[in-house]
């Protein structure tokens, strides 16, 4: 069999926040490596919000921050980052005048307000600021180095014309979590997969991704067998081709021993 690339999302695909990595979907990923294959994240997270028993798992790369990170190896292949000016004006915009809270998010650090995390409740405390640590930096930084920003609505709902202001030079993604990312123009997990591919020498044909949310779509569409999990939000179940069990019934490790790769 051909080398395949196979790339997996983190959160409600082989990770959940009440139980962290799942255990079948571990050992899926490792045969799947030995097996001559090469495994990738993709996910909207930044690397330093990686949790330590998913890269624990190995991986030949990581796409993060919604596509907007690329590595190969533990070589940087693109960090397409926000810049600083453009960065504070959607914090100004959004947190100073229509009350929501950004959470900027770089390569290396994010830049959040860890009391205003924990009222918040939308994205976890503590899933922030104990995998971070000092990779945490204060909210209000006279600069940012930020790839993707992960505005979070409150109480109030999402509404896509609050964040029409942001379609010229923006991807705006709502998720599940009651926030929205924003990453830059023409930047998504399938751009990113075409661009690691090309890198690679390596075509769609030999490609499979697994994911749950919205943003996966695209990368679910892009990829030659897009798996959604049996979790995933029904807009995505409705698009992806194909469909395993949920991310706390093997449903990674099901789908690799049927697509005969493990």
Known sequence: MRQKCVFFDIDGTI????????????????????????????TGRSPAHIPRDVLEIGFDGVIGLGGAYIEYRGEEIVSRLIPDEEAKAIVRHFYEEMGMYPILEGPVYVYADREE????????YELYADILGDRMRPFRSEHYEAA???ICYRNRGYHPEDFACLAEKYEVHPNRYGAVEITPKNCSKA???ETLLTYLGKTREDTYAFGDDNNDLEMLGYT???VAMGNANPEVRETARYHTASVTEDGVADALKNFKLI
């Open 15 to 42: 990770y959940n926040f009440a139980d962290g990595v799942t255990p079948s979907a571990r050992e899926a990923i490792r045969k799947l490596r030995e097996n001559g294959h090469l495994a990738f994240l993709c």
């Open 148 to 150: 993707k920003i992960t």
């Open 191 to 193: 751009g990113a997969i």
């Open 117 to 124: 995390l924990k009222e918040e409740r939308v994205l976890t």
């Open 224 to 226: 030659r067998f897009g």
